[in-house]
């Protein structure tokens, strides 16, 4: 329904950011003739590493972070000891929407997007979130960069071997013994 609400709104036209965002969506630094690193991509990490630091923080060394995560393991028993459960889910959903918001702006800097654009970001950030290991903020961060790397080394090989080489990489740490124990566990709940 949201798609179908996007595409009547907006219309499926390609859009970006990148031509707001000026020199920063297409400049880089040039290591030799061959590589370069650009301007949004160590600006996304950059804020990226400070985002997942200070969540990290919040969550571990602050009274909410306590709450949030006795909520996440048994709202129940969280509740007997007065922790307002629901008002613990509103303070986490606001800070999902302000991640998701600043990661949708460097996507929209960095590259098109469309009214359709949804389910295939989904795919790669469920991947990403499987491939570093699920509940870990910082698994995540480096899945997402194995990601990138494995879709820049498909792309260097054959533009079409792109997306294929992410998937490839998702399938194998999956098959792995480790991406068995993840389905395993993911069942047994």
């Keep these: 329904m949201i798609q179908n609400a996007l595409l009547e709104g907006y219309s499926p036209d390609v859009r970006s950011l990148g031509a707001a965002a000026g020199s920063l969506s297409t ?29 990290q923080l919040l969550l571990r060394r602050t009274p909410f972070g306590r709450e949030m995560r006795a909520t996440a393991q048994d709202p129940d028993t969280a509740a007997l ?7 613990v889910y509103g303070r986490a959903t606001a800070i999902a929407v302000v991640t998701a918001t600043l990661a949708g702006t460097f996507l ?8 359709s654009s949804g389910p295939t ?5 469920f991947e990403a979130v499987v491939i570093g290991g699920l509940g870990s903020l910082w698994g995540a961060l480096v899945g997402g960069i194995v990601l990138g790397i494995a879709q820049t080394v498909g792309a260097a090989i054959d533009p079409q071997y792109s997306i294929l080489a992410g998937h490839l990489i998702f399938l ?10 993840i389905i395993t566990r993911s069942t047994d709940r």
């Excluded at 970001?121 to 950030?125: D, P, S």
Aim: charged share 5%; proline share 5%; net charge neutral.
């Design 172 to 181: 194998v740490i999956l098959a792995s013994p480790r991406g068995r124990s």
């Design 108 to 115: 929209a800097v960095h590259s098109t997007f469309e009214a």
């Design 121 to 125: 970001q989904l795919i790669f950030a």
């Design 81 to 87: 000891v007065g922790i307002p459960a629901a008002a």
């Design 27 to 55: 400049g880089s630094w040039e290591i030799t003739s061959q590589l370069s690193i650009p301007y949004i991509g160590v600006l996304t990490l950059a804020v990226a590493v400070l985002v997942l630091g200070g969540l």
